[in-house]
């Protein structure tokens, strides 16, 4: 079984723990660990495969799982491109730079990889969400001109931005709730491919990317407000930028690891939720699939 897979089916980790552990994986180093230390890392953890859990506390193996976990996709254990490791999403988002066609390339990318799905497919299907998710990302700016409501011209950038993260999420990904992903048992086992479960995972991911970017743009509003009240602000009428821009990647920085720990990475689902074909193929109660980061 792919040890990826194998670690978050075994591991059964609370919120807490999935927020540490994403704490540790969302490391800036894990964008530039060479090949060849995460083919050793990786070698380590398949000649390990009995042990592995009991062996958490050596340091040499929670190295190798940081090292497996950051660069490899648990579907087809291939290594996932630098710029689309969950720990690139921070330093490419905060500055805001080609926003709408960097989050789209990375919700593909970091998507269940279990279906068949042609190169050509995944060039339209960005495209076409890049360009509607720049579409809808101009209206903020476009309806403002017209607001005379101070309230609505701040709260309107905020709901706007929080709603197309999400449907950036299930258009980018859309093509998994129609074909299906793979479920499988504890041992790894594929017991076929699920829209129900492929629904249920970019429903997930979709909820996820709501309060990571939600709040990453509500809180610096609401510290704003109360900035502008200071004496420091009235000297230096000049420094809004500078403390939004400053709370805005502080509060990124924080919500990233918070949005990734909300749900499992391999998540769980009740045998009897999925389609019948699946249900008679197996005994199991649970089945398990990848929900995608």
Known sequence: M??????????????????????ELLDPTNLVISIEKIEKSRQLLLTNEDAFI???EDRRVQEAWKRSLSTVHPDN?????????PAALLPFTAPMVSFYTYTTAFNIVN??????????????????????SSFFGLLPHLLQMRLNNMLLKKALPIIILTHISAMNVVAARSL??????????????????????????????????????GTSAFIPE????????????????????????????LVMGLMVPVSFSMYPQIERIQCNKLEKEI???????????????
């Open 2 to 23: 792919e040890p990826n897979v194998r670690f978050w089916i075994t591991e059964r980790q609370s919120f807490i723990q999935r927020f540490v552990q994403w704490t």
């Open 54 to 56: 009991h062996d958490l």
């Open 77 to 85: 254990s291939k290594l996932i491109p630098v710029p689309f490791r």
């Open 111 to 132: 998507g269940n990889a279990s279906y068949n799905r042609r190169p050509h497919e995944s060039l339209l299907l960005g495209t076409g969400v890049i360009a509607s």
């Open 176 to 213: 998994e709730p129609i074909r299906g992903i793979e479920v499988m048992d504890k041992e790894g086992n594929v017991m076929g491919y699920s829209r129900k479960a492929g629904t249920k995972a970019v429903k997930d991911t979709a909820t996820s990317r709501i309060v990571l970017f």
């Open 222 to 249: 609401v510290f704003s407000h109360f900035f502008i009240r200071t004496q420091f602000f009235r000297q230096y009428p000049w420094s809004l930028w500078t403390f939004k821009l400053s709370c805005t990647v």
């Open 279 to 293: 249900q008679s193929a197996t005994e199991e109660t649970e089945l398990f699939y990848n929900r995608g980061v």
